[in-house]
């Protein structure tokens, strides 16, 4: 009989980063500068305690490595993919993450790193950076050195709801006022390259000029998200992406509906309002992942869940 797997989010306080996971979702924050809530890891720099059942107390990565069938068939050395909530106060730095050939063979053998963006609320106006206006690497290496990035940078518009694929070669950066759900492969590495000459304690933080011009592909070209929504009548589930990595979707459910977990494990993180998943009750903020062969699970409420698997 498979359980629930509930987990304890670990936090990460930043300099960009605010107090929303404390006020919009009601989490116990390390500080005022909160800037990440890891909802569904295993990563090393930040591993989810399990909070329920027989392994309560064990990390994720613990799990993994003594539980594979937990995961039922799911590739990997490592738990694939990685869930974060982020509350950007401030801009954070613009930023490029390698694919994972480039990965393995320039830091030790780590994964390369997709990721995905939900908004899950921005202010009136927000905008996010995604992409770049170099035509080649020469012009880009060009503009850097000129220190040309209001033309380089490309900004968009974004609101509530928006959903963003950035592939591995894509210059991009969250920016103040937007809170989002991000779901991503296993991989912490990231490579900075432009921080708006902002001062952390007095000196500019570590920049990675050289590693970003090898990996950002040009010219960009924005990745094709899904935009299809099954209407049912308890619920509405929307495909937001399905790539090599992960499948992501948004389930809304308002009364009740019986469900099967058919892939080798879901994770599911509640976005917005209450409810319950086979008694056990569950809000706003809450993550969990359901094991390989859950089978069926009853969901009732009034909630808002993104899901996500391997794809
Ligand atoms: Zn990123």
Redesign the pocket.
């Given at each position: 009989m498979r359980e629930i797997i509930f987990l304890e989010p670990v936090f990460k306080s930043m300099i960009w980063g605010g107090n929303k996971l404390k006020t919009d979702f009601g989490f116990d924050i390390p500080s005022e500068r909160t800037g990440e809530c890891w909802a569904i890891s295993a990563h090393k720099n930040g591993d989810c305690l399990i909070k329920n059942g027989r392994y309560n107390g064990k990390t994720l990565s613990w799990l993994w490595e003594n539980h594979r069938e937990e995961f039922g068939s799911a590739r990997g050395e490592v738990f694939p993919l990685l869930v974060k909530i982020i509350d950007a106060r401030d801009d954070l730095s613009i930023?490029v993450?390698p694919d994972d050939e480039y990965a393995r063979l320039n830091e030790n053998g780590a994964l390369g790193?997709t990721?995905c963006w939900y908004i899950l609320d921005c202010e009136e106006d927000s905008e996010i950076v995604i992409g770049h206006n170099a035509r080649d690497k020469q012009e880009l290496k060009d503009m850097i050195a000129k220190g040309h990035w209001q033309e380089l940078i490309r900004v968009r518009k974004i609101k509530k709801g928006d959903f963003f694929q950035?592939e591995p070669g894509t210059v991009?950066a969250i920016k103040k006022g937007t809170v989002i759900l991000?779901t991503?492969q296993n991989s912490d590495i990231?490579y900075r390259l432009y921080d708006y000459e902002r001062l952390d304690n007095g000196k500019q933080r570590e920049l990675h000029i050289d590693k970003s011009i090898e990996v950002i592909r040009c010219p960009h070209v924005d990745a094709i998200a899904e935009n299809e929504t099954t209407v049912y009548e308890n619920y509405s589930m929307k495909e937001l992406i399905h790539c090599g990595y992960y499948t992501v979707r948004k389930l809304d459910i308002h009364g009740e509906q019986v469900f099967i977990q058919e892939e080798s494990f879901l994770n599911m993180s509640v976005i917005s309002g209450s409810g319950i998943i086979d008694g056990h009750e569950i809000k706003k903020g809450d993550c969990f992942l359901l094991p390989s062969e859950y089978g069926s699970y009853r969901l009732a409420g009034n909630m808002e869940l993104i899901i996500s698997y391997q794809s």
């Open positions: 930023q993450h790193k990721e950035i991009h991000e991503q990231t």
